[in-house]
């Protein structure tokens, strides 16, 4: 059931409850920019920078959940370049019902590149199509697939050599 985000106005736009589209949505994008900067208080920014942005851009945004993806995971994306060229940054601790196969996983998805890593979080954490993972991220179908198949290839072959 989705939540109701929006109500029509006078002009037959339809403007943007933001309240409850943070209900229907902060929890998730939160693990989606977790899942990409690796840091729980970095990810807490990049959700509240994408709904800062939204709040801006509210007159203009016709699908506010598309909008939230695409902003979270361009932020953390760009967050995470920063990390890289100012220092190494350290890896996030496993998620906590751990066990050695668990361990190795999450240090293997880690490991990816960012946008390797968000790919990858939207196609199985969050269990998108790869169309809709296309859609959010504003790229081309073939683009998501092969950097989804770049990913799991590079995640095949740190867990074997695990």
Known sequence: MRADTGSSDVEGHTAIDIDAVYRAHHRRLL????????????????????????????????????????????????????????????????????????DETWQAVVSLP?????VVALRFWHDMTIESIADTLGWPVGSVKSTLHRALERLKEDLRCA
């Open 31 to 102: 693990g989606l920019a977790a899942a990409i900067t690796l840091d729980r208080q970095s990810a807490e920014e990049v959700v509240h920078d994408a709904f800062e942005g939204l709040h801006r851009a509210r007159g203009r945004v016709e699908r506010p959940e598309a909008y939230l993806q695409r902003s979270v995971i361009n932020l953390a994306i760009n967050r995470q370049r920063r990390w890289r060229t100012a220092a190494r940054h350290p890896a996030a601790p496993p998620p906590p019902a751990s066990t050695p196969e668990i």
């Open 114 to 118: 960012p946008k390797q890593r968000a």
